[in-house]
């Protein structure tokens, strides 16, 4: 079966440690995305990818960081420097082919906790 | 810039009511708009889109079609289910393709409880 897959489902992180997020996609896509989830709002961009070896920043970029070496995987790691990484955290995907060139298919997240 | 804005929640019906959670949006050009689902505790899943005035999504009963005079892609089913209660979430995408980056704009989400 095609899809996304983010590990792991549940992380804790002690105060000033970084962590660092998998996102792995078999859907052969070419561009990935990462996303914070904060109760009661929508969905906020923090990374994105189009090609291996290439990354932009998003609108809440600062506290972390991304690699792109692979096409199938888009690693997030959040620094000590994020202030208040407390959130649902999103990788999607999609192909930039005409056909679904503007869709984005999602994981099914990681919730950190900063204890 | 672009922005969604969604009505506010949660919404509580009973089965077998009729849903519309309206959306409305702003944006430069000619945006994709998107209808995706989330169940507690999953991520997100696409539920329907359309990528061109008056076209309609459907998908499991639900429909919505692109109004670009209203600037509005509102949510109906007509008959809920228990099964229908999660967050809605509508988004737009800018033109994606070639160098765009396809960027998604999401509204704040909608929580839908539907009672027996």
């Known amino acids: 079966d095609g899809g996304i897959t983010q590990s792991p489902k549940y992380l804790f992180r002690k105060e000033g440690q970084n962590v660092t997020l998998s996102c792995e996609q078999n859907l052969n896509h070419d561009a990935m995305y990462w996303y914070r989830q904060d109760p009661g709002q929508g969905l906020r961009l923090i990374y994105y990818s189009q090609i291996v070896n290439d990354f932009q920043k998003g609108d809440i970029a600062e506290g972390y960081s991304v690699s792109r070496e692979k096409k199938e995987s888009f690693p997030l790691t959040v620094t000590s420097a994020q202030k208040n990484p407390t959130a649902f955290y999103l990788c999607a995907s999609r192909s930039i082919s005409r056909v679904e060139a503007d869709t984005q298919y999602f994981g099914p997240g990681t919730r950190l906790t900063v204890l | 810039g672009d922005s969604v804005t969604q009505m506010e929640g949660p919404v509580t019906l009973s089965e077998e009511a009729f849903l519309t959670i309206n959306c409305t949006y702003t944006a430069t050009g000619y945006p994709s708009l998107f209808w995706y689902v989330q169940y507690p505790g999953e991520g997100l899943q696409l539920l329907l889109k359309a990528t061109k005035a008056d076209d309609k999504g459907s998908n499991k009963g639900f429909e919505a079609t692109y109004r670009k005079e209203t600037t509005s892609f509102h949510l109906e089913k007509g008959s809920v289910q228990v099964s229908d209660s999660a967050v809605y979430f509508c988004?737009?995408?800018?033109?994606?393709?070639?160098?765009?980056?396809?960027?998604?704009?999401f509204g704040q989400g909608t929580i839908l409880t539907v009672h027996p």
């Open positions: 988004a737009l995408s800018d033109r994606a393709g070639g160098t765009s980056y396809g960027k998604l704009t």
